[in-house]
């Protein structure tokens, strides 16, 4: 059973920085597409990164140069790091970690919707105030 948990969020002040984890656990697909999506209560949720297999990652415009994906695996569990920095408070949402099923289009990574991801954890928190 593939679950997936967030940890990391928290409050912090405009400027400041955060880490995001997405531990994946039961998730033995050898080809995916893991992503950070967030939601503002409202709000439609939107795509903020990804990363494929091999580990090019993409970046949504409002983020880039600002927030860095990663990876790692480590007995069996594929972590995903998101290093945000110089966080502005419209970064404040609640963050979602997102991963691909056993089948998914091409460009998923390349043009990440919510509809192309079949696993997603419960969310973690970000508050940045001015």
């Known amino acids: 059973q593939v679950q997936l948990v967030e940890s990391g969020g928290g409050s912090v002040q405009a400027g400041g920085s955060l880490l995001l984890s997405c531990a994946a656990s039961g998730y033995a697909f050898t080809e995916y597409c893991m992503a950070w999506f967030r939601q503002v209560p409202g709000k439609e949720r939107e795509w903020v990164a990804t990363i494929d297999t091999t580990g090019p990652t993409t970046y949504a415009k409002s983020v880039k140069g600002r927030f860095a994906l990663s990876k790692d695996k480590v007995k069996n569990v594929l972590y995903l790091s998101m290093q945000m920095n110089s966080l502005k408070p419209e970064d404040s949402a609640m963050y979602y970690c997102?991963?691909?099923?056993?089948?998914?289009?091409?460009?998923?990574?390349?043009?990440?919707?919510?509809?192309?991801?079949?696993?997603w954890g419960q969310g973690t928190q970000v508050t940045v105030s001015s």
């Open positions: 997102a991963a691909t099923g056993w089948t998914f289009p091409s460009d998923t990574c390349r043009a990440p919707t919510i509809s192309k991801f079949s696993f």
